[in-house]
């Protein structure tokens, strides 16, 4: 349907201030070249109206008419209506409109040749009230008019739900309806009140229906209270119109019992207090990963998840949003300096797979997202679960990208170069059957799934900015095996957090050559897993033939083998929480640390906390492993992942023969560890480079035409097969069951029996008890 032209009909009776600011607000938010304003003074008797009116002689786009004896704002609305011959907004002149009105509300009204009339949220407008219904509403704090008016745009849910009655200070009324409907009844409702209402009813019975514009907002200073005379009239009219449509005082009040503009309230209220303050950030991050920081929500927390809490908790001028999904729903948090904030879940129709490079139901969520939170850069860290959708939207909307690689998830969705048999794929050749290979045995592929996924790697990395890794070892094998990001990958090592406790001051310090102890304590931390090289210490613990050592399991056995070992001198500790290491590691006074990955990690948490505690370790010779180790000289380096090559070394450092202890110790008390401080002015610097660069060339993309948030709620638990919406359906109506029931006289009765009159409930419950005794009987 096509959109028609419009004009803005403003029936004035004194108050020029408050004109003038409408009419200022109108010049700077209308298009006065497709539109027009057309103010009528009804005889206002304040000669500053005509005094300010004179001032806008030959303004384009504006007409003014002077009624010749005073008409009441029906009589005037009715005038304006006729004069127009195109469609036609009813506006207040204690209004104040907001940038891109009335293309919104047209967009709305055109969106269903069902809807006769259009009315936008307002701080003051009975059941259009925002941010408390039905109420005279303050701007809140830290907001202006247009600032909030931006604030319900871009977080708006978009539903338009359809409303009893159009609200009379802002109203959109099609051409059409007032040619098949009439005018208001002046003859009736005389000088006003009840007018619209009646329109409205007459427009229901014609087949139509009037809407509630939920994406636009319009300041109504005036206030809904009645007194005196004008509240003698509104009487008499609500006695006339109820008169007429018996129906109609009915649906009003079942629309304010029930609330079906419920959801729109919440969403507002919920990111009201704190969409403040994003005026006062430079910006709102999104964080992508696998999982959260602060809930085991797909697995439990790993070296990722701690690296992005680092990030988050120190990040002073930025929102930051993490969003996870586990394939059947994506799940958003919101934090500020590491203070959690709020939480949204957005269910999937069809879930997602390794396979779904492309998913359209995730895309248009993660769309809405960045839009409605007005993100300004994402930061991945993870795409497990998550399809390649992220970079692309990002890019079409000019939203910078920054990916840190933790692992090789860009080589294979098993992200750790392994095959099925845990051996390292890059160490010879035949790497793509190899890939293909663990693939099948992993997930029963038949094609050559890996061709694709590297094809569709390729085309989502081209959309990236910056990639990111840990370590150095880690960004050349990218570069090497994914030339294209030669140009755009740096490395920024993971910072830690320095404590007073680790200090290694409990902590023996080996003054003599060799080692003069009569045991010794060797752990092993993290998730043991094969991938962490779990058949490795399995071997280890089991063929080393010395017997004056406690090996230490510390950490999650995710490998059968370690779970059902038993030897005198082997001692598991179970799972720990980051903060607990440090107390574990120093009550088992532990001699080495022993981290066994069999393939090239991009930086390992748990080396760091070795070295935090003055304990050297013994690495595989592969990735950041190896070139940490190098670099700081704090512990030894297998000759190869063999495990008798391992034995063998080992056996070297416990018998003395290459035994350089204190050295060791001293390298490490010596380095200086990249705090966590350090790590996020980085990125920090990073995120303003990016952004900095980007403006130059980029335009950010307006949302003002783009949907947004479909589902925006705080958490609630799903079992039983049930939909959100079924949830919060049945919530709504046992909530109006309550409220029903305890409005009811017999409520009424029980709880003054229950409070005040006790005495009598008791003996209620005698009686009935003898009358049921005594009928059975």
């Known amino acids: 349907m096509k959109v028609r032209s419009c004009d803005i009909i403003i029936p004035v009776y004194n108050a020029p201030e408050e004109l003038e600011e409408c009419v200022q607000s109108l010049f700077r938010y209308t298009n006065l070249k497709e539109n027009r304003v057309v103010i009528i003074n009804d005889c206002s008797p304040d000669p500053k109206v005509n005094e300010y009116l004179d001032t806008l002689d030959k303004q384009e786009g504006l007409i003014i008419l002077q009624n010749e004896e005073n008409l009441g704002f029906v009589g005037t609305v009715n005038r304006g209506m006729s004069f127009s011959q195109e469609d036609v907004v009813l506006l207040n002149s204690d209004t104040v409109v907001t ?53 319900i745009e871009n977080i708006s849910l978009k539903e338009y739900p359809e409303i009893p009655t159009a609200v009379g200070f802002c109203m959109y009324i099609k051409r059409v309806i007032i040619d098949e409907v009439g005018l208001f009844d002046q003859e009736t409702f005389g000088k006003g009140y009840a007018e619209e209402n009646d329109f409205c009813c007459r427009v229901i019975e014609h087949g139509y229906k009037n809407v509630l514009d939920d994406h636009t907002f319009i300041y109504h200073k005036g206030s809904m209270s009645f007194k005196g005379d004008k509240l003698a009239l509104l009487n008499k009219n609500l006695k006339t119109l109820n008169a007429r449509y018996p129906y109609y005082d009915k649906s009003v009040h079942d ?50 998840e701690y690296h992005v809490k680092d990030i988050v908790s120190e990040l002073e001028d930025y929102y930051a949003f993490v969003l996870v999904t586990n394939g059947n729903e994506l799940v958003l948090k919101q934090y500020l300096k590491g203070d959690f904030i709020a939480k949204y879940h957005f269910p999937l129709r069809d879930s997602i797979s390794i396979q779904h ?13 960045l839009g409605t939170f007005e993100i300004s850069l994402v930061h991945i860290h993870h795409l497990i679960r998550h399809s390649f959708d992220i970079p692309h939207i990002a890019h079409k909307l000019n ?94 090592e993971h910072g830690v957090t320095i404590e007073n406790n680790f200090t290694g001051s409990e902590i023996p310090y080996v003054k003599s050559e060799k080692k003069e102890i009569k045991e010794w ?30 090996w230490h399991l510390v950490g999650g056995l995710g490998d059968q083998k370690l779970n059902l070992l038993n030897q005198n001198n082997l001692h598991k500790h179970g799972e720990y929480k980051r903060e607990e290491l440090s107390h574990i590691i120093k009550k088992l006074d532990l001699d080495l640390i022993c981290l066994l990955s069999p393939w090239p990690e991009t930086f390992s948490y748990t080396l760091t906390e070795a070295w935090l505690h003055d304990i050297p370790v013994l690495v595989t010779p592969m990735g950041a492993l190896k070139e940490r180790v190098e670099h700081v000289k704090g512990g030894w380096i297998t000759p190869s992942v063999d495990i008798e090559a391992i034995i063998e070394k080992l056996d ?23 705090t966590k401080q350090d790590m996020v002015q980085q990125y920090v ?21 783009k949907d947004v948030l479909t589902s925006l709620r705080y958490y609630l638990p799903i079992d039983g097969g049930k939909s959100f919406n079924e949830y919060f359906n049945q919530i709504d109506e046992l909530e109006q069951q309550i409220k029903a029931m305890k409005n009811s006289i017999g409520w009424k009765v029980l709880e003054r029996l229950r409070v005040k009159e006790k005495w009598v409930l008791k003996f209620g419950k005698k009686t009935i008890y003898f009358l049921l005794k005594f009928k059975k009987i």
Not at 102 to 129: F, H, M, Q, R, W
Not at 269 to 290: E, M
Not at 357 to 369: A, D, L, N, P, R
Not at 454 to 463: A, F, G, I, L, T
Request: charged share 25%.
């Open 99 to 151: 940038a891109g009105w009335l293309e919104k509300i047209k967009e709305v009204a055109y969106s269903d040749k069902s809807i006769a009339t259009v009315t936008p949220l307002t701080n003051n407008g009975s059941i259009c009230s925002v941010p408390k219904f039905l109420e005279d509403n303050s701007i809140p704090d830290g907001y202006t008019v247009e600032s909030l008016a931006h604030f």
């Open 255 to 304: 629309f304010i019992v029930k609330n079906p503009l419920k959801r729109i309230h919440e969403n507002i209220n919920i990111r009201l207090p704190h969409y403040v303050d994003s005026y006062k950030t430079r910006g709102n991050i999104l964080y992508v990963l696998h999982n959260f920081f602060d809930e085991s929500y797909t697995q439990p927390i790993g070296g990722t």
């Open 357 to 369: 490079f492309h998913h359209q139901e995730y895309s248009e969520i993660v769309e809405k997202i």
């Open 399 to 492: 939203i910078p990208v920054i990916f840190t690689l933790h692992d090789y998830y860009l080589f294979s969705p098993k992200v750790n170069l392994l095959d099925e048999n845990n051996k390292y794929i890059l160490e010879s050749g035949n790497e793509e059957e190899k890939f293909n290979s663990s693939l099948r045995a992993a997930y029963g592929f038949h094609t050559p799934f890996i061709k694709k996924w590297r094809e569709k790697v390729e085309d989502m990395s081209s959309k990236v900015d910056q990639f990111i890794t840990p370590c150095d070892f880690a960004k050349d094998l990218f570069i090497k095996h994914f030339p294209s990001l030669e140009s755009k990958i740096s490395t920024i």
């Open 521 to 550: 304590n060797i752990g092993f931390l993290g998730g043991l897993a094969p991938n962490k090289g779990s058949d490795l210490i399995y071997k280890l613990i089991t063929k080393y033939p010395r017997n004056h050592i406690n």
């Open 652 to 674: 070297e450092i416990i018998s003395g023969e290459v035994y350089e202890w204190n050295d060791m110790k001293n390298n490490i008390k010596k380095h200086e560890f990249k």
């Open 685 to 705: 610097d990073l995120y303003s480079e990016i952004s900095f660069a980007g403006a130059e060339v980029r335009e950010r993309v307006s949302f003002k035409n």
